[in-house]
């Protein structure tokens, strides 16, 4: 196979997009699709600070890298959960964004869940309600307080995380097989700021996982290769299988899924409004919007000691 652009030979054939590449063009064609996927939804411009949600996987360091080649003003935040023993998953990943940001010169906000509430996700999911909240629950309550959190103090622009597609499609696959409409309308490269909330993007929403895994490898960029151990059995694991059988027998049919229902709603297939921001209410607790009257999710979980 040749690389389409200078004929040499290519590294990586992307079928869905009946494209083949060599390395240096690979790596030219990640960036420029991510500046024109970040145009076409208006995530964000070069002149405001982007914060970026950095896991030490491949898909969030690989989206620091290209958006620091692109010559955006981009910070990382990292939340560390406590997940594994001492030298175990959240060491590890720490460790891989604290050295990606030094290697680069880049600023890391770095928070620690057991340092500032002295518990980790494990400890909180185990004691709450008996264990019946399960540790990826509190996981994503977590993460999205915290990120929210810190993108507000420090005057973020907008907060930018990883998600690839196979991601969105998982999650557009689950939503629509239960449809949840609420949840399905909120889908979209782009949440707009709202009062309380910070603006969020999600520029490689329409690069498959495996186009990401072997940005990372081509660009040298090292990761945490192991996945959660509380993601083992996940339902999102579950569909992006499913969605996988459908892809190997018709290429590109993640993508057309993706990109058929961003379609749908430009034209107003999906034209139900989500619950209103502007009616929410501030927790008395962290200041943040909550839709109860007094504490929000978050600080209700960690007062239930």
């Not at 509190?138 to 622009?157: F, P």
């Not at 520029?203 to 040298?220: N, Q, T, V, W």
Request: hydrophobic letters at 35%.
């Amino acid at each position: 196979m040749k690389c389409r652009t200078c004929g040499t030979k290519a590294v990586i054939n992307m079928r869905q997009h009946k494209l083949a590449l060599c390395k240096l063009h690979f790596l030219e064609w990640i960036p420029a699709q991510t500046e024109r996927f970040i145009k076409k939804y208006e995530m964000f411009t070069h002149y405001q600070k982007v914060l970026v949600a950095v896991s030490g996987g491949k898909d969030s360091l690989s989206l620091w890298d290209i958006l620091i080649k692109l010559g955006y003003q981009a910070d990382g935040i990292y939340i560390g959960l406590g997940i594994g023993d001492d030298g175990g998953y959240s060491d590890i990943s720490r460790k891989m964004c604290e050295n990606f940001s030094r290697e680069r010169s880049q600023k890391l906000h770095v928070f620690d869940v057991n340092e500032e509430y002295g518990e980790t996700i494990p400890k909180i999911a185990q004691r709450t309600r008996r264990g019946k909240i399960k540790t990826c629950s509190v996981c994503g309550l977590t993460k999205r307080h915290v990120m929210n959190e810190v993108a507000q103090k420090y005057n973020y622009d907008v907060l930018v995380t990883g998600h690839n597609l196979d991601d969105e499609a998982a999650v557009l696959f689950g939503n629509t097989l239960h449809w949840d409409g609420d949840f399905i309308v909120r889908q979209s490269p782009v949440l707009p700021a709202t009062s309380g909330f910070s603006k969020k993007a999600k520029p490689l929403c329409r690069f498959y996982e495996k186009e990401m895994a072997a940005y990372a490898i081509l660009s040298g960029i090292q990761y945490i290769y192991e996945e959660c151990p509380y993601s083992i059995g996940s339902t999102s694991i579950y569909y992006k299988q499913q969605l996988n059988v459908l892809e190997n027998n018709n290429p590109g049919e993640k993508l057309r899924f993706y990109l058929h229902f961003l379609k749908a709603k430009e034209n107003g297939l999906f034209a139900m409004e989500p619950e209103s921001f502007q009616d929410l209410l501030v927790c008395k607790k962290c200041g943040q919007p909550t839709s109860a009257d007094g504490f929000c999710s978050f600080c209700r979980l960690f007062d239930q000691r």
